[in-house]
């Protein structure tokens, strides 16, 4: 009888586990999705980056699901780095959301390659995409010739500099690199932290260093070097070190800007303690967003001294999920051409930063955004961490860093790329 | 006949749970170290020793992140053993307060790591932080330091951090070791005019013997695992300068999607685990004969 | 145990811990200064100034804006969950290794012990996939799986240790009086054992509500994050807002803040058996 009590409790206790290992398929457990309707609900994933710039998409969720009541989004957000590595490990356990935003570049393209996103281009036909979107933001959407993503945002980067550090000083934004670096002199001696750039995470300072590789090496070069055609023990590179470190040196970064978070960057410009900082085509609205006023800010173009002048490009799109059942599918295409239609966008216009959507209205709030954009008309490369292979721009941000802390030269620093390019090449090409 | 199995049915529910979460895995992810793979392609390229090799000859950032574990372990060893037995022995006599001081040093332990990081990363802001604040206000503004932006400071920065949270631990070992050392020893040594030192070492440290494996194992693995404050709070930066196995580990598998050389770290690390435990799980079974 | 102490040598004695006391409690007097200062306040007087107005509204603000109370609840509800169960199944376990004529019971117990070695990175891939496999990733089901699984090594040892200082003769009592193993499980071993079992929800609790690893790499869905993912995604977001961070770091520390003083006085009795070996 006893006995029985004992066999009764184990059995329960196994039987509790087993039945929670099958609970699985039902166990959309997220308070969103108990609210199952009259009639039968279509329930997507959906992953955006977070924090300022990207409030809007909440609401824009809010409208499209009061739109479409067979149609239940649920939405996730991260900052940057976490969106990266969340997708990664979404894609390791093949649970990706079902319609996601990513980067393009080699950034995006890791999910075509292992057959994780949807081949959009029978939809793009069909749909008129060509008419739709810009044609370089669907270029850039595309990989082995199909297209894999939704164009979202098309942005370039400028240097953007606060007017009352310019005035202070009695300064013009530089036309020459010389007189850039003049400047960055000046505003020191005045008090004002030259170059915002926060170096956690790699990517912001990497901006400014490849706009440095622009001006020592120009395009061709530059090209050749993101293509790994070229090597990177190369003059060019070694001045751009040579140049971080003469920056880190005289101390127009901040003061501990090797950990510095990027945001906090943005934040010594907002509070007018910095004078440059490189930003996108969204700063604008960051800058509304954040409660500040970007009429106090201006654009310039760095003084590559190239012709032409040439500004750094990457897209934004939103990828679908390949293992995603039909319907699924099809609510995810849905939402994603909601998401940049144009009267989403018309309606958001202030805070959408750039749209890969044509024929949508300009946003008067965002003064500094068509300048940037016209910048890049003339020609323009794609930016460091979408153009180069993950691995090899973590050996960059290492050497930037390294570089920085006095820990490489700038040859070493040089040389440890060109080895990291070169091992990264015979073993692809195996 | 049925009680050779009852003792098995009452281990079953922790032994099936232990099997699927800690046994298959941890073995798969040995089998995973000898291939490349990317996590997600249908077709796993079988290395070897390759991933293992690459790791100890070619990475640059590996023998840091080993480095920076076996420092981290040596100064728990040393600082935070050492400051726990110290605050144990302090507040094991009969002490008025002694509960609030130890809930003083103990609560630092309650909090997370991430709670931990994001304190500590506002205490070291070069700007407004409070130890350049408190440097600046005593006259040596020369001190300043972006103390987790520089790689000589960084990973000893973070340490004191984890020094901070981490002390309780063996302070309430030690207590609890303390506490079941009987007075008698003590009268007599006293009675036969033994010195303060004298008695705590012929008496006290060999009794807390048994103490004294337990906290040097719980540290040693505690120092091997450190992970969430060193990625809140520098990620690993800068230059890789406080990348410890744990973060390498992440960072190589759920960023770069390099499984293979992943699941090596992660052995790597389960090797160096075993060899200093291995010793502690035999003498402690063993007395369980007694 | 100690017989004397001089006068002086208290003081001294004292003094030393009180600063030590001191320095300990410093970085949190830090968070809660920054915690109810205005943003203003902040950038205009050094951090270890007095607030010029304490601004408890920082607490509301952060506890909306960080979303904490969903933070809060999901993980409060896998601690309920997690806790309890776990403790019963090594509770179980434990009893098998000690109370039962058992053959095995010093193998598997070394067995279980490895587990404490094994870290739980080399662990992530695999269960990764096998979670996804079985279709239990991204659920509650699945993460209680896997904090249950942790957890294992742990308890049994720390049980074990305490199960084994419970006299024998207890036993031979309970089997006079009829009990059955099962009985006297639940109504000897259990009830003696509430030093070790109040150990165990501390130490549990605590590792449950401040886990971030697993919770990083398991649980993806928004609406399930637990409390360290919640902070770490409102620092992302909020990173230039310290007042926030740190109202925020401090609503999430109650919990076991709250759990540990309920149950910190069987702390030291409930260690005492597993120090012992």
Same mark, same amino acid.
């Given at each position: @009888?006893?006995?029985?009590? @004992? ?17 699985? *398929? ?19 994933? =959906? ?6 710039? /990207? ?23 991260? $900052?940057?780095?976490? @969106?990266?590595?969340?997708? !990664? ?23 075509? &390659?292992?057959?994780? #996103? ?36 098309? *942005? ?7 007017? &009352?550090? +310019? ?21 020191? *001696? $005045? ?14 300072? @990497?901006?400014?260093?490849?706009? =440095?590789?622009?001006? +020592?090496?120009?395009?061709? =070069? ?19 070190? #040579? ?6 040196? !005289? ?11 990027? &945001? ?51 897209? %934004? ?9 039909? %319907? ?23 805070? +959408? ?12 709030? *965002? ?27 973590? !050996? /960059? ?16 620093? #040089? ?7 070169? %091992? ?7 | ?290 | ?277």
């Amino acid at each position: @009888m006893k006995r029985m009590l @004992m066999l009764g409790l184990t059995l329960v206790m196994v039987a509790s586990l087993l039945a929670a290992c099958g609970g699985g *398929n039902n166990s959309q457990s997220s308070p969103a999705n108990q609210a199952d309707g009259k009639q039968k609900k279509v329930s997507i994933a =959906l992953w955006t980056l977070s924090g300022s710039g /990207w409030e809007w998409v909440v609401e824009a969720v809010e409208q499209f699901q009061n739109e479409n009541p067979d149609i239940e989004v649920v939405h996730s957000s991260y $900052a940057v780095d976490p @969106m990266k590595e969340n997708l !990664k490990v979404a894609a390791s356990s093949k649970t990706m959301p079902d319609i996601w935003f990513t980067w393009g570049g080699s950034l995006g393209s890791f999910y075509p &390659e292992n057959g994780l #996103a949807l081949d959009l281009s029978e939809i793009a036909e069909e749909h008129n995409y060509a008419e739709v979107y810009n044609k370089a933001a669907l270029d850039m959407s595309t990989f082995n010739g199909k297209l894999y993503g939704i164009p979202m945002r098309l *942005n370039a980067l400028s240097m953007w500099y606060t007017k &009352e550090a +310019y005035e202070a000083t009695n300064l013009q934004p530089p036309a020459t690199f010389a007189e850039f670096e003049e400047q960055l002199e000046i505003l020191k *001696n $005045a008090g004002y932290i030259p170059l915002a750039f926060g170096s956690k995470g790699g990517w912001h300072t @990497m901006r400014l260093a490849e706009l =440095l590789i622009e001006h +020592y090496g120009g395009p061709e =070069l530059h090209d050749q070097l993101l293509s790994l055609s070229a090597s990177w023990d190369n003059e060019a590179v070694i001045q751009t070190f #040579a140049k971080l470190k003469e920056y880190t040196d !005289k101390e127009y970064f901040p003061k501990g800007y090797v950990s510095l978070d990027p &945001e906090e960057a943005q934040n010594l410009m907002y509070q007018k303690k910095a004078a440059i900082i490189n930003e996108g085509t969204w700063f604008d609205s960051s800058i509304i967003t954040s409660g500040f006023d970007v009429n106090d800010f201006g654009v310039f173009k760095f003084p590559t001294e190239q012709s032409p002048v040439r500004p750094s490009v990457f897209a %934004e799109m939103l990828q679908i999920s390949a293992d995603a059942s039909p %319907e699924k599918q099809a609510a995810a295409i849905k939402l994603g051409e909601y998401l940049t239609s144009v009267e989403v966008i018309n309606q958001f216009v202030d805070v +959408y930063g750039s749209p890969a959507t044509l024929n949508v209205n300009t946003s008067e709030a *965002n003064p500094h955004m068509k300048e940037i954009l016209d910048s890049a008309s003339d020609g323009a490369f794609q930016i460091m961490d979408q153009a180069l292979p993950q691995q090899l721009i973590q !050996k /960059w941000f290492e050497a930037q860093d390294r570089v920085a802390l006095g820990d490489w030269t700038p040859q070493q620093a #040089a040389q440890e790329m060109d080895k990291a390019v070169q %091992e990264y090449v015979s073993k692809n090409s195996q | 006949m049925f009680t050779k199995v009852k003792p098995w049915l009452y281990l079953l529910p922790a032994l099936i749970i232990y099997l699927t979460v800690i046994c298959f895995p941890s073995l798969y992810s040995l089998y995973l170290s000898f291939f490349e793979w990317n996590g997600v392609a249908p077709d796993r390229k079988f290395v070897g020793l390759d991933n293992y090799v690459y790791l100890f000859t070619k990475d640059t950032v590996f023998p840091t992140a080993l480095s920076n574990n076996l420092q981290w372990m040596l100064g728990s060893l040393v600082l935070m053993m050492g400051l726990g037995l110290a605050l144990a022995l302090m507040l094991n006599k009969r002490l008025k307060g002694r509960t609030w001081f130890r809930g003083i040093f103990y609560f630092p332990y309650v909090l997370s790591g991430i709670v931990v990081a994001m304190v500590w990363t506002w205490m070291y802001n070069p700007t407004q932080g409070f130890f350049n604040k408190v440097l600046e206000l005593v006259g040596l503004e020369s001190w300043t330091q972006a103390w987790l932006a520089e790689p000589k400071f960084a990973l000893y920065a973070v340490f004191l951090a984890a020094l901070w949270q981490g002390v309780g631990q063996p302070l309430v070992l030690f207590i609890a070791g303390l506490s079941s050392i009987p007075d008698d020893p003590y009268e007599a040594a006293f009675i036969d005019g033994a010195s303060k030192f004298q008695s705590f070492y012929y008496i006290t440290l060999p009794l807390l013997r048994e103490t004294f494996v337990i906290v040097v194992a719980t540290t040693m693995i505690g120092a091997m695992k450190v992970y969430d404050i060193v990625y809140a709070m520098t990620g690993g930066g800068p230059a890789e300068s406080t990348q410890v196995l744990s973060s390498l580990m992440y960072y190589q598998t759920f960023r770069y999607a390099n499984i293979g050389i992943g699941s090596a770290i992660s052995w790597v690390l389960v090797l160096i685990v075993m060899i200093v435990l291995i010793p502690y799980v035999y003498y402690t079974t063993k007395r369980s004969h007694v | 145990m100690e017989l004397r102490i001089s006068s002086t040598r208290k003081v001294v004695h004292y003094a030393v811990l009180i600063i030590l006391a001191i320095l300990f409690l410093l970085p949190l007097v830090f968070i809660f200064f920054t915690a109810v200062k205005s943003n203003a306040d902040l950038a205009s007087k050094p951090i270890y100034a007095f607030p010029a107005k304490i601004h408890w509204e920082n607490f509301v603000k952060a506890w909306d804006q960080g979303k904490m109370s969903m933070y809060m609840k999901n993980t409060l509800f896998i601690c309920l969950v997690k806790v309890p169960l776990g403790i019963l199944i090594e509770a179980l376990a434990a009893f098998a290794l000690t109370r039962l004529k058992f053959r095995w019971s010093i193998p598997m117990f070394s067995f279980f012990l490895i587990g404490m070695m094994i870290p739980m990175q080399a662990t992530l891939v695999p269960l990764n996939m096998l979670l996804n496999a079985i279709h239990l990733k991204g659920t509650y089901p699945g993460i209680f799986l896997i904090y249950l699984g942790f957890g294992i090594p742990f308890g049994i040892m720390i049980l074990r240790g305490f199960f084994r200082t419970i006299p024998k003769e207890l036993d031979e009592a309970a089997l006079i009086d009829g009990c059955s193993d099962m009985g006297k499980f639940l109504r000897i071993i259990l009830p003696l054992s509430m030093p070790a079992i109040a150990t165990l929800i501390i130490f549990d609790f605590m590792a449950t509500w401040n886990e971030f690893l697993l919770a990083q790499i398991f649980i993806s869905d928004q609406s399930m994050r637990t409390i360290t993912l919640g902070l770490l995604a409102f620092r992302g977001d909020w990173s230039t807002d310290y007042t926030l961070m740190s109202a925020a770091v401090l609503i999430s520390v109650l919990p076991v803040m709250i759990v540990y003083l309920l149950f910190q006085k069987y702390f030291v009795n409930g260690l005492a058996g597993s120090v012992k070996g």
